[in-house]
């Protein structure tokens, strides 16, 4: 038993040097490349020798925390496959009922609406019977001008309050507002005369990219201009 603790001691240590080493030089690299500016052929040559031996640090990253990343990226894709294999049904079938709900409750509001219209009908009709049953005694009475003035004052009728919806316990909705486009041209005429932010539409870079790659100077779109960057590519020795 003893036997097997001290081999294992001694792997530890074997790694922990291994990998003290891969830092050191990780980090030696990655500082001196970070300090080093081109100014002649001399710095020019380090920079490419610099670049090789950065290659090459991260190679040497890759081989020691590599599986272990690997490892535990395998380990989460698993479990993420585990969780949503039970969490997606559950979010399916939350918004089909929410959206059932929502869609039932939109019923509910509008029959609402609609007893709550017949209520106040039905109040105003009673009142204006009331109205022309005071007007008709107060001419009869002789009070003509009473009459006229009953006759010509609006009705009052109070809002109706129609039945609450039905309540469910933990349930609960709210309104929210959205925007949707339906008309991207007339949006971009809207920002182009300052009427509405250019923050309202988001630049997809992907089709642009592709224009400037295939026009390259001779790429003509109002706003946008084609410039080319220089990729420098190494391998590590």
């Known amino acids: 038993m003893t036997e097997m603790t001290d081999e294992k001691k001694a792997a530890a240590q074997a790694e922990a040097e291994v990998r003290a080493g891969v830092e050191k030089a990780a980090l030696v690299v990655s500082k001196k490349s970070q300090k080093l500016t081109i100014t002649d052929d001399k710095s020019y040559t380090a920079a490419g020798a610099l670049l090789v031996r950065a290659k090459a640090g991260q190679k040497k990253v890759d081989e020691f925390f590599g599986p272990t990343v690997r ?4 380990a989460h894709q698993t479990a993420l496959a585990a969780f949503n294999f039970l969490m997606a049904p559950l979010k399916a079938g939350e918004r089909h009922l929410k959206n059932e709900i929502r869609d039932y409750r939109h019923k509910l509001k ?3 609406a609609r007893k709550q219209r017949e209520i106040e009908a039905a109040a105003r009709k009673i009142a204006e019977a009331e ?3 005071e007007a008709k005694a107060l001419k009869d009475a002789g009070e003509a001008e009473a009459a006229k003035a009953v ?3 609006p009705v009052v009728v109070h809002r109706a309050v129609a039945p609450e919806l039905p309540a469910t316990p933990g349930v609960s909705d709210r309104e929210i507002w959205k925007a949707e486009v339906f008309d991207i041209v007339a949006l971009c005429k809207a920002i182009g005369a300052d009427k509405v932010s250019s923050d309202c539409v988001k630049v997809v870079q992907k089709p642009l ?4 790659s295939s026009l390259k100077l001779n790429m003509n779109v109002p706003g946008v201009r084609a410039f080319c960057e220089t990729s420098i590519s190494a ?3």
């Open 209 to 212: 990219n592709a224009m400037a």
């Open 235 to 237: 391998r590590s020795m």
């Open 151 to 153: 006759a010509a004052a």
């Open 110 to 112: 509008l029959i609402q």
């Open 71 to 74: 490892a535990t990226n395998a």
């Open 131 to 133: 109205r022309a049953a």
